[in-house]
């Protein structure tokens, strides 16, 4: 089991890794906001697989606070910072 | 169990790469809004890469700063940033690239290369097994009226660094209400469905903020996690258009924001007089003086956060009532 | 204990599947709106196998509850921004795909 754990934990960090060109990318500011979005996700799974190799419950926790923050920046983002997409027509 | 122990050295050098590629991307990328996002990123690796460390309370603390609010306040100062500067457009560089001379280019160099090897020096002269300060703490816990380690450390046997890193906050928010703002360009209208999210969020934030700590004195938490927990929760109900009263005006933010360093002093003092030491509770009592202290600190450190964060927003509601 | 065991695992392989759907159609969609669409299978279905697999593991009720509550958040966030992104994008005029 605790191959497992691991293994999938490495799998979704390079699934990560591969999101990671949608931010180079872009193409618009939202595609990044996006991608960023996917990561938070991925970080919280990442961490509770953690928390069940290490037995350590305090992981748990900080998966936690990522889900309870995870709108924070794209709220953030959409009522405060969305810059002129650069695709924009009008 | 020796192929757990590989999959965890690959899941490691995955992480340690992917960071430092990160951080190289981040720094050499034109585009603020990418440089942004990609220090999201960095900040949720970073996170993953101290539990891997076996530093729960740091990834803990990474994860309530680097997720909520250092996100929100990188996007709120970009914004600024392009009110100040219309031309300045999502793919636009900031700043021309600036050029080196072919010298300096030879002189950083060197620097750099001096530094690395010092600093790989100073790493590699270390004890590869130092006990440190563990030990110590390990013997004293008993009489620190916490179970945790680290919060024993934080609030009972060096006390102080907490009494001065409140007294830090409160610096930092005076400077920035001691400088102008500028007027803040963020739209008034309200969404629906942001507000029903906020109305369901709000409440679990403030609740987790307790929870972290209440937590703390036996585990991974504490009243720099529950502050920060505080302040996304204050930022979130700015973000979402509410009417917050005015922040530098109210005597009650004040009161907030003071209530911690107030009582750290306080109880400093008491404590010098009573006990001839700065911050020496007895030890009875240690338990509920921690409690005490983790919770007016937890309220400054949330107000502070979200002063810092409205920062400016202060001056656009006081310019507002002036025109009127 | 051995069903229990089995099960996670495919509950554990659901959700890694549902994340790899995911980041491809985060990098294969074409425009804004479908990546949305690309976003929320990992979001609901991959955190959520894989929060079902690790609670069949949990010691306690709290503990599965913990993971339950993250989960139910996670929900929270990602259909509250999928429709604030998708909004913005439109009030914005950001294009939609053609054909």
């Known amino acids: 089991m605790q191959n497992l754990y691991i293994i999938l934990a490495l799998f979704l960090l390079l699934n990560l890794l591969a999101g990671m060109w949608r931010i180079l990318k872009g193409p618009a500011a939202a595609d990044r906001m996006l991608a960023s979005q996917l990561f938070g996700t991925t970080a919280v799974a990442i961490l509770l697989l953690l928390a069940q190799i290490e037995s350590l419950m305090a992981l748990r926790d900080v998966a936690l606070v990522f889900a309870l923050l995870a709108a924070i920046t794209a709220i953030a983002f959409v009522r405060r910072n969305w810059p002129q997409e650069p695709d924009d027509a009008g | ?324 | 204990m051995m069903l229990a065991d089995i099960l996670t695992i495919i509950l554990l392989l659901g959700g890694a599947f549902f994340f790899l759907a995911g980041t491809i159609g985060l990098l294969r969609f074409p425009d804004v709106y479908t990546r949305l669409h690309a976003l929320t299978k990992a979001d609901n279905v991959g955190l959520g196998l894989i929060v079902t697999g690790l609670a069949i593991q949990a010691q306690s009720w709290a503990a599965a509850g913990k993971l339950i509550l993250i989960w139910l958040l996670v929900l929270l966030a990602g259909a509250g921004v999928s429709y604030l992104i998708a909004n913005g994008a439109l009030a914005r005029g950001v294009a939609f795909w053609k054909r």
């Open chain 2, 1 to 324: 169990m020796e192929a757990v122990g590989l999959w965890q050295s690959a899941f490691d050098l995955m992480l340690g790469f992917s960071l430092f590629g990160l951080a190289w991307r981040m720094l050499f990328c034109a585009d603020l809004f990418k440089s942004i996002v990609l220090f999201i990123t960095f900040g949720l690796l970073m996170a993953i890469a101290w539990v891997r460390l076996e530093a729960p309370d740091v990834a803990l603390a990474e994860a309530t700063i680097g997720a909520g609010l250092t996100g929100a306040l990188l996007m709120s100062a970009f914004a600024k940033l392009r009110t100040l500067d219309n031309s300045l457009k999502s793919g636009q560089p900031l700043l021309p690239r600036p050029r080196l001379h072919v010298i300096n280019f030879w002189i950083a160099l060197l620097f750099t290369v001096l530094l690395t090897g010092g600093l790989a020096y100073a790493v590699l002269s270390l004890p590869s097994h130092s006990p440190g300060l563990s030990d110590a703490v390990m013997s004293q816990l008993d009489s620190s009226g916490v179970t945790h380690p680290v919060t024993a450390v934080l609030l009972n046997f060096r006390g102080y660094d907490t009494l001065l890193e409140m007294a830090v906050l409160l610096l930092s928010i005076q400077s920035v209400w001691s400088m102008a703002g500028m007027s803040d360009a963020g739209e008034v209208h309200t969404s629906p469905v942001l507000n029903v999210l906020i109305q369901l969020l709000s409440p679990v934030l403030i609740l987790v903020s307790a929870y972290l700590l209440w937590v703390g004195a036996h585990a991974p938490g504490g009243a720099f996690q529950a502050g920060s927990i505080l302040g996304a929760a204050g930022v979130l109900l700015v973000l979402s258009g509410r009417p917050l009263f005015n922040l530098k005006k109210s005597w009650l933010i004040r009161l907030m924001l003071v209530a911690g360093p107030a009582a750290f002093i306080a109880l400093a003092t008491l404590t010098l007089i009573n006990e001839g030491q700065l911050l020496k509770y007895p030890v009875a009592n240690a338990a509920n003086y921690i409690l005490l202290l983790e919770t007016l600190a937890t309220v400054s450190i949330g107000t502070t956060l979200l002063a810092l964060f409205v920062g400016s927003q202060t001056e656009a509601v006081q310019q507002d009532q002036s025109h009127q």
